[in-house]
């Protein structure tokens, strides 16, 4: 086990109340809370309910604890909660299992695969967007949830069902979802609501299962069926869950904060305008303009700086541990916030700034532990990648193509209790561009 660096400092931030500690300060202003909490240490302390949670700031403790999951796994109370209700699928299962699922999953993500998933991404936005008009009034957030949805759908089924079969899919996974933080820590009956929806998604993925013929290249369930010759139907499902939580929220999350800065930044906008003009010519981005949009993923790693989706990642002590020179116990909880991290003023300059040019190439990238929003180490997430693509081809397109404005709806505030980091509300106004003929 690594050790941490000396000379680290720990601390805890003023402002706890009685019996709730730094509750109440998360539950009003949770981002203005987590991203200040490198002015209180390297290793910080809050308490929450009662609870003590160890947040790192510092990127090599980020990179200790992400990376060592003999001694900071996901066990627990916390995690036995949230399987009882997601499954135990990759992205949930402690280290004990990880690694066999890990081994079942990362072939449908590999490389060679993702032109053929980016062509199903290219379909659906473009059916997504077919249904605009010009200054409606959309729910972007609603709109790319279901976009990445139906993309992960078809690329986990392919040609095993007919579209029209798997709008029960579609419809139980949305659901499965937007299962939020605040049922984790709910009374049990409404706990066991998540628990419901997660049967009905395990059931539909059964029914398509069972009611539709695989071949051998049809699809990510076909493969994890050849890589899992003995998994039941619950085991296949909860593999799905799994993928459907990895795979969508960040996609459409990393294009909604996107367009929330770059309708705040038109200068930045104009530039990424310019780009796409010269590349797509009045069309859809397709996998093959990737190298040609340098810019456009440049604007979502920066949007993933500053909004990473995952905003809480969940760890617990298996044994005794020393961190910044703190001694926890077993069965201590260590939180890892992404957004402390990719704002900490020691890390980036200006780190507030929106900046999509401080990821050219000539500048220098960040330390280890200083950029995660997609995690590190053997547990790093396995569709990061497809996730990053879809949300490069989506953005691309939808900047292109039309012209998202804010309206008297949009909320860019960070959700309250929410699983990820979204904003409260996200009704813009879209615009049809005008294209030269």
């Known amino acids: 086990m690594a050790s941490s660096p000396a000379g680290l400092s720990v601390g ?21 809370v987590l991203t200040c909490l490198p002015e209180h240490g390297d290793l910080v302390e809050l308490r929450v309910m009662g609870r003590r949670l160890y947040f790192p700031c510092h990127p090599e403790l980020v990179w200790q604890v992400l990376t060592d999951d003999r001694t900071f796994d996901r066990t627990g109370p916390m995690w036995t909660t949230t399987r009882r209700l997601l499954g135990n699928g990759l992205a949930l299962r402690s280290r004990q299992d990880h690694r066999s699922s890990r081994r079942a999953v990362q072939p449908s993500f590999h490389h060679a695969l993702l032109r053929h998933q980016a062509a199903l991404m290219e ?29 992960v759908t078809r690329a ?25 933080l605040w049922r984790l820590a709910a009374p049990r009956p409404l706990r066991d609501l998540g628990l419901s929806r997660l049967r009905r998604l395990t059931h539909t993925i059964s029914e398509l299962r069972r009611g539709h013929g695989a071949t051998a290249d049809d699809g990510i369930v076909a493969r994890l069926e050849q890589a899992m010759p003995a998994a039941s139907d619950r085991d296949i499902a909860e593999e799905v869950v799994s993928l ?54 440049r604007v979502v790693a920066e949007a993933l ?36 991290v990719h704002r900490n003023p020691a890390l980036y300059e200006d780190p507030s700034a929106f900046d999509p040019d401080r990821w050219l190439p000539d500048r220098a990238a960040p330390r ?37 404005r804010p309206t008297a709806r949009t909320d860019g505030r960070p959700a309250h209790f929410a699983a990820m980091l979204k904003p409260r509300r996200f009704v813009l106004e879209v615009r049809a561009r005008r294209t030269p003929d």
């Open 244 to 297: 459907y939580l990895g795979a969508t929220d960040t996609s459409a999350l990393a294009v909604c904060w996107a367009l929330h800065l770059l309708t705040r930044h038109p200068a930045d906008a104009r530039r990424l305008h310019r780009e796409l003009e010269e590349t797509l010519h009045g069309r859809g981005a397709r996998y093959s303009d990737l190298p040609r949009l340098p810019r456009t993923g």
């Open 305 to 340: 700086r500053l909004y990473p989706p995952a905003w809480f990642v969940f760890r617990c002590t298996t044994r005794p541990v020393e961190l910044a020179g703190k001694h926890l116990p077993t069965g201590s909880t260590v939180v890892v916030c992404p957004a402390a």
């Open 123 to 151: 379909e659906e936005i473009t059916a997504t967007t077919a249904e605009w008009h010009d200054h409606q009034h959309v729910d972007l957030y609603a709109a790319l949830v279901g976009t990445a949805v139906r993309t």
């Open 156 to 180: 986990l089924f392919a040609s095993r069902a007919p579209r029209e079969a798997l709008a029960d899919l579609q419809r139980h996974a949305v659901a499965v979802i937007d299962t939020g």
């Open 12 to 32: 805890t931030p003023p402002g706890a109340w009685p019996l709730v500690g730094h509750a109440a300060g998360l539950a009003r202003a949770p981002l203005d």
């Open 368 to 404: 280890r532990g200083a950029y995660v929003p997609f995690g590190a180490g053997a547990r790093k997430c396995v569709a990061e990648h497809f996730g990053t693509t879809q949300a490069v081809l989506t953005l691309a397109t939808l900047v292109h193509l039309w012209d998202p």
